[in-house]
């Protein structure tokens, strides 16, 4: 590896975990060794929220019901509107309603290994545990879950798993969930202990002596920069899959807090772990703006298939049964449709390269609801999946009762994130990361449904008790904008909007967007080589100094700006797209979602290499022509051994 | 070949012949208004080879990178998940909320209209929605609304085992239905009076099917309703602008519930909070 691509630092390790008690117990005996703020002092301390998604929804009011003062910011004009509202298909917990031989210890190991073996032990099995809370807190707020006849909880199955543990709202529990935490902080915004900025983007961290004090935010209203200061920063921004322009994402989705945190000193993680997930619909046109997700849970009833024939080009419905490859079901008989999503959207791409894919571009496969329809009757499989279908239908202007859905592979969901310890704090101490905007709990490949568990795990339950024992050591002395941190931070991002609206050349953000994201599915997606990645790092390259030069956004900053918006965005996704590619590069293995040409098994799955790369690749920000710092965190297997995954 | 995304044809000619017809060319009618307080007119905008395949906010799209290249100021409008889901779109479309099918203004698509086409676009229009700029409106009303009671409270940590109360699946499922409301608006856009009882009786609705919702049942309904009555919502007259508008299909059902409740809770002696 070429050494100006990064330098190797110190190696970093998590060390909040109690890991001379069993596992099962290192998540209580942590939080009786954690420190406690009582009541009173509570309420002398203020934590900044930026995110109102399941994570930073679920945090700010629960930190308000515990008595702190929470200010919580968020980019749309409600909270409710979070991506996180875009979830379909479920919540995953270790419930064990089924008696199908669920148990935390299997959810534990079924998300290790559905991983792939390259996240924390500790961390994940904390996840199964508090999973079951989860379930039990969203019922009291009234979350109306799916129910059976006899009025108790139903579950579904996703893939990666033989038991059924999902919880599910319909087609819709994002949403509902996102409402529960929703409505929970609204109560607390009516109750005076959040303070409330909607429209306003965070744009930079401010750091104090060495602790995280507050944030420069933009009110994308007024386009007044401000500063909020508080005792500790929680960010809980969500993924950052838009680096890809087209995504699953909504297109707000940016990484510009996690980004400029980043650049503040906090270590981001596993940046190349991107989840592509299999089941979405295809591109149709350059003028394409986002891509919709069909949710896992149709994989428990649609068969996927292609021709057998290379170039097979009647319609689906005139190709005979033997003449379809139902290609999962014939390569892994025990998970069928159901193998992981890194797993079943790289067969997609494999039928696909050899020619077999069906429809414009050759850039797709079927998801065929004929046989369960036959099986199950049409009203029940409208029941299932009805709105999703109407979305089909609505997008693609195709029946799917009639004819197949057809669907191909897109970004999904960002594994990597900023690197939080045990206690999900980063290495600015004051700095929680929470939500998908950290990189903690999924390895290299996040499960079916375990999103939101994480979501809320971390927001309800883990965060609001470890922060304590950072806040034990506060109040800390009180700052303003006088100090000369805080006039740098806002000198810096008024500095930088001026720049973005001063270059005037002759290409607009999005389309700046479009080529950054073509370049990343191109070479950094589904299957990534040495020699593509370097080409890309060049490109990017040209691609930062032509945005910086050649720019075009209209208007001022002191208004609602949304082309000025999008700029700041993409500057920042041109800068995290780089060490992407550089930590795609080093990672001279496969694993989960991030899948090297030059390492696979004759079978063409995914080849770890346990021996050099089990470890987490933390990431520290350098200037401007400094080559970016590796840290490792070694990663150990105490109790799911180390194994090839197989769903065969 | 490798898989790229970008050589796909403009239209799709798969099962879906329909489809076929390319290039569409509208007249474009936006309003324009820069902020606030300033005075907005319609602007007419030409457009020409849009794809029927095309979102209506991509149509809106391909015009903004026009007008940004052109150095003039870009329509805005709100958006965000363009799936239909997060409920941050929505604008009049000749003279309906969200257009002519019931849906969201970003999962209606080009193929609802013609070449040659004329198209008015313009922000809701509510006392208590004012607008921000162009297509724009700020509709934190409702959060205000749900803030006044919209929720049940069950603090974090505090809730019993999820089965210990079985619920009826007619209940839950009624009370999901109810819970579809994204909060977009296109129910007081819709309204005559601009009242907000569709979106004030689906929460309402949701929460009191549920029998953890029962505790602050009546005084969740006084203290809604006396909300949207403080943020300048018109009164209900039972028109159904609002149902027939709902990309959610909120049924008019949620209304007389509500009003049911709310007799129930003022007899009951349950009062609004000042
Ligand atoms: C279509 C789709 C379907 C999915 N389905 C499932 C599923 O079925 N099961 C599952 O487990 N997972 C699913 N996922 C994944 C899951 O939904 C997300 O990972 C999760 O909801 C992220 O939650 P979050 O709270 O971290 O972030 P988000 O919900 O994305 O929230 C981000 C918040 O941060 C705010 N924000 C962002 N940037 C800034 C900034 N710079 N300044 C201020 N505020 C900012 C936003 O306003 C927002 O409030 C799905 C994802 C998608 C896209
Ligand atoms: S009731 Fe329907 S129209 Fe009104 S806000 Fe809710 S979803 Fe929108
Ligand atoms: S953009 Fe989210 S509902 Fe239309």
Excluded at chain 1, 33 to 51: A, D, Q, S
Excluded at chain 1, 438 to 459: E, I, K, P, T, Y
Excluded at chain 2, 66 to 75: A, N, R, S, T, W
Aim: proline share 5%.
């Amino acid at each position: 590896m070429s050494l100006e691509l990064f330098t190797e630092g110190e190696p970093i390790a998590d060390t909040k975990a109690p890991t001379d008690v069993p596992i099962g117990e290192r998540w209580s005996e942590r939080q009786f060794r954690g420190r406690l703020v009582n009541p009173t002092n509570r309420r002398k301390m203020t934590i900044i929220v930026v995110g109102t998604g399941l994570a930073g929804g679920s945090a700010a009011a629960t930190l308000g019901e515990a008595g702190y003062r929470v200010k919580s910011f968020w980019y749309q004009d409600s909270p409710r509107r979070a991506h996180s509202v875009a979830a379909q298909g479920g919540i995953n917990a270790a419930k064990n309603y089924r008696n199908d031989g669920d148990s935390v210890h299997r959810l534990f190991y079924d998300t290790v290994k559905g991983g792939d073996f390259r996240s924390r032990e500790d961390n994940v099995h904390r996840l199964a545990e508090v999973s079951v809370n989860i379930i039990d807190q969203c019922v009291a707020q009234g979350v109306p879950f799916a129910r059976e006849y006899g009025g108790l909880l139903d579950n579904r199955s996703f893939g990666g798993t033989q038991v059924s543990r999902t919880f599910y709202a319909r087609g819709q529990t994002g949403q509902q969930l996102l409402y529960g935490a929703y409505q929970a902080l609204e109560r607390q915004i009516a109750a005076g202990s959040v303070e409330q900025n909607a429209r306003t983007e965070m744009l930079d961290l401010i750091v104090v002596d060495g602790r995280a004090r507050g944030i420069v935010a933009r009110d994308l209203v007024s386009g007044e920069i401000s500063t909020h200061f508080a005792d500790a920063v929680v960010i809980a921004s969500g993924g950052y899959g838009n680096v890809f322009y087209l995504s699953t994402n909504a297109k707000g989705s940016n990484t510009t807090a996690i980004w400029r945190a980043h650049k503040r000193g906090a270590y981001f993680a596993n940046p190349c772990y991107t989840q592509i997930h299999p089941t979405c619909i295809p591109v149709k046109g350059d003028y394409q703006s986002k891509l919709t997700l069909m949710s896992e849970s149709l994989r428990n009833d649609g068969r996927v298939w292609v021709p057998k024939e290379r170039g097979d080009d009647r319609p689906a419905n005139d190709i005979p049964e033997d003449e379809r490859d139902y290609y999962l079901e014939r390569l892994y008989p025990s998970f069928g449709n159901l193998v992981p999503r890194d797993i079943a959207s790289r067969q997609a791409k494999n039928v696909c390269d050899e020619g077999r894919g069906v429809g414009p571009g050759g850039l797709g496969v079927y998801l065929d609801f004929a046989e369960a329809i036959k099986r199950l009757g049409r009203p029940a499989v409208e029941a299932k999946y009805g709105n999703l279908f109407d979305m089909y239908a609505q997008i693609t202007g195709e029946d799917p009762y009639v004819t197949p859905m057809r669907i191909f592979p897109a970004v999904h969901y960002t594994m990597g994130g900023l690197w939080v310890d045990y206690d999900l704090q980063s290495t600015i101490p004051g700095m929680f990361v929470i939500g998908e905007a950290n990189f903690s709990d999924h390895g290299a490949n996040r499960l079916g449904a375990s999103a939101l568990m994480q979501g809320l795990a971390d927001g309800y339950f883990v965060l609001p008790s470890t922060i304590s024992s950072y806040l034990a050591d506060g109040p800390f002395d009180k700052i303003d904008e006088s100090h000369p941190a805080v006039v740098e931070a806002v000198q810096g991002v008024q500095e930088q909007t001026q720049r973005l609206l001063s270059i005037n050349g002759n290409r607009t953000p999005a389309s700046f967007h479009r080529e950054l994201g073509q370049l990343m599915w191109d070479l950094c997606g589904m299957e990534r080589t040495d020699e593509g990645l370097r080409k890309a790092i060049d490109r990017i390259r040209e691609i930062r100094q032509e945005f910086w030069s050649n720019l075009k956004v209209g208007g001022d900053w002191h208004s609602f700006n949304q082309t000025l918006e999008h700029a700041g965005r993409v500057a920042d996704f041109i800068e995290l797209g780089e060490l992407m590619c550089v930590d795609a590069l080093h990672r001279r293995e496969s694993c989960g979602g991030h899948f090297r040409a030059e390492s696979q098994t004759p079978e063409g799955e995914a080849l770890r290499d346990d021996e050099n790369f089990a470890y987490v690749a933390a990431w520290e920000w350098t200037p401007e022509g400094q080559p970016p710092v590796l840290h490792k965190e070694n990663l150990e297997y105490e109790y799911v051994h180390l194994a090839q995954r197989s769903y065969k | 070949m490798t898989a790229t995304r970008h050589d796909a044809p403009m239209t799709s000619s798969v099962g879906n012949p329909g489809a076929e017809k390319r290039g569409m060319n509208l007249t474009l009618r936006i309003w324009r208004q820069q902020g606030p307080t300033v005075k907005g007119k319609m602007v007419t905008y030409k457009i020409t080879d849009i794809s029927p395949d095309m979102s209506f906010l991509e149509m809106l799209d391909v015009l903004n990178e026009q007008l940004i290249m052109q150095g003039d100021d870009p329509v805005a409008f709100d958006h965000d998940c363009r799936e239909g889901i997060c409920g941050m779109c929505g604008v009049m479309i000749n003279g309906q909320a969200h257009g002519p099918q019931q849906t969201t203004t970003c999962q209606l698509h080009m193929r609802s209209f013609k070449d040659g086409d004329s198209i008015d676009i313009e922000p809701w229009r509510a006392t208590a929605f004012p607008i921000i700029k162009d297509l724009a409106v700020d509709r934190r009303a409702f959060d205000r609304i749900i803030q006044s009671g919209g929720y049940i409270s069950v603090p974090t940590g505090t809730a019993p085992e999820a089965h210990a109360t079985p619920v009826p699946k007619a209940d839950s499922d009624a009370a999901f239905d109810a819970a579809t409301c994204i909060g977009c608006g296109a129910c007081v856009a819709a309204c005559p009076n601009a009242s907000s009882m569709l979106f004030t009786a689906a929460k309402v609705t949701h929460l009191g099917l549920l029998p953890q919702g029962q505790p602050e049942r009546n005084d969740r309904v006084v203290n809604m309703v006396a909300q949207q009555d403080r943020e300048g919502f018109g009164g209900c007259t039972n028109i159904g602008e609002c149902s027939a508008s709902c990309p959610k299909g909120i049924s008019m059902e949620t209304i007389s519930r509500l009003n049911h409740d709310l007799l129930g809770a003022l007899r009951a002696g349950a009062r609004p909070k000042s």
